[in-house]
C-alpha cells in the first residue's frame, strides 16, 4: 500500500486504541474491585446497550473479513457462514438467553454447577470453555495480522507477526484493567462503528451497479474465473463425498456453536432480569441480520469489482477483500477517496478485531477464575482473590492466542471461527441442554458430555487436513490427516450428546429430583436468581 494509506490508517488505528485505552482506564478508576463487576459490570446495562454489546462481541474478524473473502472466492458456498451465523441466533433466543441468565451467575459452569457436584463439573465446563475461547481467539489474530500485512505492503511476515503480539498485549489490557464494563462499552462503540462502515460500502458497492443485483452477481462470476459456477452450490463443498460431508458438519457447527460460546453466554449477565437478556438477543439480532444480509453485498462486490484473483493474490484465504474492495469504490491506488475509504475500513476492521478479543480473553479468565481457580481455592478465601486470578488469567491466554496465531495466519479467519463453533456446539451445548432440560440429568453425565464432545473435536482437528497432509495446513510438510473432514461437528457433536446419555444411564447416583425443580423454578421465573 502507498504512504498516504498506511499514514492515514495507522493515525486511524491510534485514534481507537487511544479512545479506548481511555475509555478503559476511566472505568478502571471507578470499579469497586468485586467478582460481580469484573464479570458482569455491576448488571447495569439496558437491553438496548446489551444487545450492541452482544452485536459488537459476536460480529468478529470471521464476520467482516473472513465471511465476505469467502464469498469472493467461492461465491455461493461462501455464504453458508453468513446463514449459519444468523440462524443460530434462533436457537439462542428460543432455547438460551433467558433460561442462562435466571440460572446462572457468571458463567456457564455455574448453569450446570446449579444441580450438580460443583467441583468436576466446573473443572470440565472451565476447561471446554477456555479451549473454545483460545480458538475464537487465534482466528482475530489472524485477521489482525492481515490487515496490517495488507496495510504495510501485502507480504510483511514480520509485520503481522508483531500485529499478533501487539493485539494479543491490548486485549488483556483492557480486560485486567476495566473488566465488563469497560469491554462492554468497547463493542458498543465498535459495533456502532461497523454497522456504519458496512451500509455506507453496501450503498456504494450497489450504487456502483445502480441498484441492479442482477448486474452485481453477473459480473461477480465473470471475474471470479469460474462463470456460471460461482453462484451454483458446489464450488468449495462439492464434487467428493469428503467435501458434502464437510458442508453439514460446518452448517451444524455453525447453527449449534452460537448457543455454547462463553463469551456470548456472559454477557446475559450483565443485564438485571431474564427479560433484558431475552431483549437483549431481539436487539442483537436486528443488527447481526443487517449485517450478514450486508457482507452477501461486500462478497460479490469484492469479486466483481476487485476480482477473485486479486483477492486471493492479496491474501490465500481472502481474508483483505473487504478493504481492497473499499479500495476501489473509493477511486482506486493512487486517489484521495481511495486512500481515505481504505484507511477507514481498514481501521474499523481493527476497531472489530480488539472489541472482540477483549471479550473472549475476559469470557475465557472469567473460566479460569471464577470455575477452575474457585473449585480448589480454599473455603473462606476473598472474593478479590478470585479477581486478580482471572486478570492473570487473562495474561496467560494472551500467551497462549499470540503463539497459535502466530502458526495459523495463512488459514481463513472465518474457517478458524468455524472450528471454534465445532468445539462449543460438541463439549457446551450438549451438557447446557442436559441441564436446563433433562430431569435425570446426573453430575456423571455432565462430566462425560463435556469431555465426550470436547476430547473428539480437539483431536479430529488435530488429525485432519487443517493442521498436516495438505498445502494449505499449519504443517504441510506433516501427514497425519487420519480425518478427511475439515470440521469435526458432524462427528463431535453426536459424540458430545451420546457420552452425556451414557454418563447418565450409567451412573450411580441418583438424580436428585428436588435440585431438578428447584432449577427448573429458577430457569423459567427467575426466582433466586442473581
Known sequence: MRGDHQTLALLLFSVFIAVTLGITTWVGRNRQGSAEEFYAGGRLFSPMENGFAIAGDYMSAAS??????????????????????????????LLVAELVRNCGRFTLADVVAARMAEHPVRTAVGTSSVT???????????????????????????????????????????????????????????????????VALTVLVLVRFHGDVNALLTSAAERSGH???????????GGSWTARFDFISLGLALVLGTAGLPHILSRFYTVPTARA??????????????????????????????????????????????????LVLGGGEGSTGGAVLFAVVAAIAFATILAVVAGITLASSASVAHDLYASFRRPGAKQ?????????AAAGIGVVAIALGLLAQNLNVAFLVGLAFAVA???????????????????????????????????????SPVVSGSPTSLFPGVDLALFPL???????????????????????????????????VRSLTGAGAA
Do not use: C
Request: positive net charge; glycine residues 12%.
Open 277 to 326: 437478556a431475552r431483549r437483549s438477543v431481539v436487539w442483537s439480532i436486528g443488527l447481526i441480520g443487517s449485517f450478514y444480509l450486508m457482507t452477501i453485498v461486500l462478497g460479490f462486490g469484492a469479486a466483481a469489482l476487485v476480482g477473485s484473483a486479486d483477492v486471493r493474490a492479496s491474501n490465500a484465504s481472502g481474508n483483505t477483500a473487504v478493504p481492497l474492495l473499499a
Open 132 to 198: 473454545v475461547s483460545v480458538l475464537y481467539l487465534v482466528a482475530q489474530m489472524v485477521g489482525a495480522g492481515s490487515l496490517v500485512a495488507l496495510l504495510l505492503g501485502g507480504t510483511s511476515d514480520t509485520a503481522r507477526s508483531w500485529t499478533v503480539v501487539g493485539v494479543g498485549a491490548l486485549m488483556v489490557i483492557y480486560v485486567s484493567l476495566g473488566g465488563m464494563r469497560a469491554t462492554t462499552w468497547i463493542q458498543i462503540v465498535k459495533a456502532v462503528l461497523l454497522m456504519s462502515g458496512a
Open 227 to 237: 462463470g456460471r459456477d460461482f453462484l451454483s452450490p458446489g464450488l468449495r463443498y
Open 425 to 463: 456446539a460438541s463439549a457446551n451445548l450438549p451438557v447446557l441442554l442436559y441441564s436446563l432440560f433433562w430431569r435425570n440429568f446426573t453430575t456423571r453425565g455432565a462430566v462425560w458430555s463435556v469431555y465426550g464432545g470436547l476430547i473428539p473435536a480437539v483431536l479430529l482437528v488435530l488429525l
Open 486 to 520: 475439515e470440521n469435526p461437528g458432524l462427528v463431535s457433536i453426536p459424540a458430545g450428546f451420546l457420552a452425556g446419555w451414557i454418563g447418565t444411564v450409567t451412573s450411580p447416583e441418583p438424580p436428585d429430583p428436588a435440585k431438578h425443580a428447584e432449577t427448573e
Open 384 to 392: 478479590r482473590s478470585e479477581v486478580g486470578v482471572a486478570r492473570v
Open 64 to 93: 467482516f473479513l473472513g465471511i465476505s473473502g469467502l464469498i469472493a472466492l467461492f461465491g455461493y458456498d461462501g455464504m453458508l457462514y453468513s446463514v449459519g451465523f444468523l440462524v443460530a441466533w434462533l436457537v439462542v433466543l
